[in-house]
C-alpha cells in the first residue's frame, strides 16, 4: 500500500515562476485525495503525469485564493474529460456559492455529482473514514478560518501464518481471534498464542498538513507523532513580526511546533515570493528540528 | 507606434501543456488590453515577461470559464503587487457579482479601484476611446451571450513639415489647418497648400477578436477591413455538424468570414484539444484565404 504526498504548488500568496499556488496531491492506500486547490493545478497535475479523474476527495483548507482559485478550472475539466463519478468536496461553507454560480453563468451542467461538506465545527472531527484510511480536520489560527488535516491509515489486522495453522492442524475459528491478536482456546481446551500464528502489520502512518497558520499551540494534540507534517513557513525569524501581523509562521516556529508534536520529519512550504532560494529556512528550521526539509513544486515525499 | 498581439493561450474549454485556455495581451499604441483571462494568465504573463501592471483594460468575452476563470488570480496579483492604478473591466453583467464574492469571502481589500462596464447591448458599441485609439465590441453567436472586439487605431492628423514653412514664411495659423489636409489662405488671400506643408500620417490599422462564436455573418460589417483577425477555429470542417451543435466554427468558415470581411491576414486559434497539430487547420483555411496563419502561445503577431 502507498502512502506518499506530491507538491503541486508550495508557494504564497503571490506564485513565483518556481513555486505554483498551494495543492498537493496524496495517495494513502490508494485513496487519492487533493489538499487545496491554487489556480493552475489542473496544470501541474498534467505536468506530473497525475491522473486527476482518480481524485475522490479535495480539502480546502481556507478560502484565500491561492489555495482554491484553480478549483472551478478543476472541476470544468474533469467533466469535459467525461467524468461521472461522484466527488466531495470538504470545506468552508461559502466554498459551494462561489462554485455554483460560475457553473451557473457558463450554463455549465456537470456530469457528475459533487457533494460539499462544510467543515465548519470548532473543534474539528473525522470528515471521512473506510476501511483503511481516515481523514480529520482541526482549526488553526489564520485572517479568516483555517483548517488543517490530518490523514490517517487505520491500524491493520495482524497477517495469518497459514502454513503454520495448517501444519499443526489449528481450526479455522481460531483467524478471527489471531488477526486482533487474541489467543484461541480450542474445544479440547488447549491455548494456540496469537503470535505464533500471526505477524503484526506494519504501523500505521500518517500525515499532518498545516497551512496557512501562525504559530498555534493548540494544533499540537491533533498532529502529535504524525509521520510526516507539512507545515507552513512564509518567513524567516528575522521577519516575526511581519509573520505575526499576517498569522503566518517562520520557519523556527514550524520547527518548534513539529519538536513539541514529536513529528518524524518536517517538511516546510508557503514561502514568501521574497525568499528566492530554500537554504535559510531549511538551516533556521534544523538548528531546532534537524530532520527538516523544504519542498519543491513536483517532488514527491513517502510517508513511512 | 507599436499595435501588437500577444498569444497567452489559445485553446480551447479542456487546455493541453501546448495550449493554455484563452488570453491575449494587446499593445495599442502604448494602451495595454488583456483580452479574456483564461486560467493560469497570471502565469503566461509572468512566463512571456509581460508587466502586467500595464494593463488597463480587461476585456472578457463570454462566461465560459476557459475565457474568464484567471482573472480573480490576476486581479489578486496586481494588488499584491502594490498596484494603485485603477482599472476597467468590460463585460457580462454577472462578472462583477463573482469576481466581488471571491474577495469577500477572503476577506480581501483590493488595493486599486476596479470599474465594471457592462457590454450588454445588443447591437454592440464604443466601449472606450481617447485620443489614440478605439475599442468596439460587437453581439456574436454561441450558446450564452457572447462578444467580439475591434480595437482601432484612430486616424492621426498629418505631420507638419516645419522647415518648408519656416522658409516659407507661413504663418502659426496654418498648422491646425495643414493637420487636417485643408488649404490656408492668409491675410493677403494668398493660398498655401496643405500638400506642401504637411504629409499624411500611416493609415490607422485594426484589429478584429471572435472567439468564441459560430459561423456568424453578422460580425462582418463590425470586423470589416481589419488588419488582423483572430477568429476561433475549435474545428475541422469534418466536424462542421459538431461545430454547429457546440456553437463553434470550423477552420474553413473562418476564412470564409475572413475573405467576406475583407481583412488582411487571418489568425486561427481555440483549436479543440483533439487536435495536436495546427497544420491540417492551416491547410483547411489556406484553401479559401491565403494570409492565414494558426496561432500558438506565446508568440507576437504585429497588427500593420
Chains 1, 2 share one sequence.
Do not use: W
Not at 461559502?94 to 457533494?115: A, M, T, Y
Amino acid at each position: 500500500m502507498s502512502f506518499e504526498v506530491t507538491i503541486l504548488g508550495c508557494g504564497a500568496a503571490l506564485p513565483t515562476s518556481k513555486r505554483k499556488p498551494t495543492s498537493q496531491f496524496v495517495n494513502c492506500n490508494e485513496r487519492f485525495i487533493l489538499i487545496d486547490c491554487g489556480e493552475g493545478t489542473q496544470n501541474q497535475l498534467r505536468k506530473y503525469g497525475i491522473k486527476f479523474q482518480r481524485i475522490n476527495h479535495i480539502l480546502i483548507s481556507h478560502l484565500h485564493g491561492d489555495h482554491f482559485f484553480g478549483l472551478i478550472g478543476l472541476l470544468s475539466t474533469m467533466h469535459l474529460l467525461g467524468r461521472d463519478k461522484g466527488l466531495t468536496i470538504y470545506g468552508p461553507k461559502e466554498l459551494e456559492q462561489i462554485i455554483r454560480i460560475q457553473l451557473e453563468v457558463g450554463g455549465s451542467k456537470i456530469g457528475f455529482k459533487i457533494k460539499f461538506v462544510v467543515l465548519d465545527n470548532p473543534e474539528g472531527g473525522i470528515l471521512f473514514e473506510d476501511n483503511l484510511i481516515e481523514i480529520r480536520y482541526f482549526p488553526m489560527r489564520h485572517r479568516i478560518p483555517t483548517n488543517g488535516f490530518r490523514i490517517q491509515e487505520k491500524p491493520k489486522e495482524r497477517s495469518i501464518i497459514g502454513e503454520e495453522m495448517k501444519a499443526n492442524n489449528i481450526s479455522l475459528k481460531a483467524i478471527p481471534f489471531f488477526r486482533q491478536g487474541l489467543d484461541f482456546t480450542d474445544e479440547n481446551g488447549q491455548i494456540h498464542f496469537a503470535d505464533e500464528y500471526s505477524i503484526a502489520s506494519k504501523t500505521p502512518k500518517s500525515y499532518g498538513y498545516c497551512s496557512d497558520t501562525s504559530y498555534f499551540e493548540p494544533i499540537i494534540p491533533h498532529i502529535k507523532n504524525v509521520d510526516v507534517l507539512y507545515h507552513e513557513a512564509t518567513f524567516l525569524e528575522a521577519m516575526s513580526k511581519r509573520a505575526k501581523e499576517t498569522f503566518h509562521s517562520t520557519a523556527k516556529q514550524a520547527a518548534e511546533i513539529a519538536v513539541k508534536a514529536g513529528v518524524k520529519k518536517l517538511l516546510l512550504g508557503h514561502l514568501s515570493a521574497r525568499y528566492e532560494s530554500n537554504e535559510a529556512h531549511e538551516a533556521e528550521a534544523k538548528t531546532i528540528f534537524e530532520n527538516t526539509e523544504v519542498v519543491e513544486d513536483g517532488m514527491t515525499y513517502l510517508v513511512r
